[in-house]
């Protein structure tokens, strides 16, 4: 039921000038740290992104969108369509920070209950990333995204989703880097600073 997590990483990168998908920190990208950890948790880890020659020594699926230029939305259509479990986790390129323990937690909290996705507000807004979605909700993701509906938000107030309170989350997430997005220059260079990251 948890066998699959996918990574994220068709975006833009309007905002970051450059492919985000070539992030590094210590000498490595944010995505092959990401595989390597989803990896050790998840027996199929997909990457959704349009330029597969980045992961040829990767050794994961990698996935490309049905609906070309909609978004983060469009990229959890692909990754349910091509998952081997029902439960897909989902994290982005730009997202460098996983915290399994929360993995785990919401993993329990899963079992054997009939949701559309597992999220968690924080300051009153669902995080749509660092969650897991259902293969259930592929038929409203169809319908969202063929309407062109793009929004992530909009698609989980209509679904039923497990929201989890920021107070449950919070002893298992700190400082709440499991959501932290790396979307200007400024808060890459914030991040390779604080992590040590060479260049």
């Given at each position: 039921?948890?066998?699959?997590?996918?990574?994220?990483?068709?975006?833009?990168s309007?905002?970051?000038?450059?492919?985000?998908?070539l992030?590094?920190?210590?000498?490595?990208t944010?995505?092959?740290?990401?595989?390597?950890?989803?990896?050790?948790?998840f027996?199929?880890?997909l990457?959704?992104?349009?330029?597969?020659?980045?992961?040829?020594?990767?050794?994961?699926?990698?996935?490309?969108?049905?609906?070309?230029?909609?978004?983060?939305?469009?990229?959890?259509?692909?990754?349910?369509?091509?998952?081997?479990?029902?439960?897909?986790?989902?994290?982005?390129?730009?997202?460098?920070?996983?915290?399994?323990?929360?993995?785990?937690?919401?993993?329990?909290?899963?079992?054997g209950?009939?949701?559309?996705?597992?999220?968690t507000?924080?300051?009153?807004?669902?995080?749509?990333?660092?969650?897991?979605?259902s293969?259930?909700?592929?038929?409203?993701?169809d319908?969202?995204?063929?309407?062109?509906?793009c929004?992530?938000?909009?698609?989980?107030r209509?679904?039923?989703?497990?929201?989890?309170p920021?107070?449950?989350?919070?002893?298992?997430?700190?400082g709440?880097?499991?959501?932290?997005?790396?979307?200007?220059?400024?808060?890459?260079?914030?991040?390779?600073g604080?992590?040590?990251?060479?260049?």
């Amino acid at each position: 039921m948890f066998k699959s997590a996918a990574i994220l990483a068709g975006g833009k990168s309007t905002r970051m000038g450059f492919d985000k998908q070539l992030l590094e920190a210590g000498g490595r990208t944010v995505v092959e740290q990401l595989i390597v950890q989803l990896k050790a948790r998840f027996a199929d880890v997909l990457v959704t992104s349009p330029t597969p020659q980045l992961y040829a020594a990767s050794q994961v699926r990698v996935i490309q969108d049905v609906y070309r230029d909609s978004g983060p939305l469009a990229g959890i259509h692909a990754a349910l369509l091509h998952a081997q479990s029902r439960w897909v986790f989902i994290t982005a390129c730009d997202m460098p920070y996983l915290e399994l323990p929360y993995i785990d937690f919401m993993i329990q909290r899963l079992h054997g209950a009939d949701y559309g996705a597992c999220v968690t507000e924080v300051h009153g807004r669902l995080q749509p990333f660092h969650a897991f979605y259902s293969r259930d909700a592929l038929p409203l993701l169809d319908t969202h995204l063929q309407r062109g509906h793009c929004s992530v938000t909009r698609f989980l107030r209509e679904i039923k989703a497990l929201v989890i309170p920021e107070e449950e989350a919070a002893p298992l997430v700190p400082g709440w880097r499991a959501f932290l997005n790396l979307n200007t220059p400024q808060e890459y260079a914030r991040f390779r600073g604080e992590t040590h990251g060479s260049g």
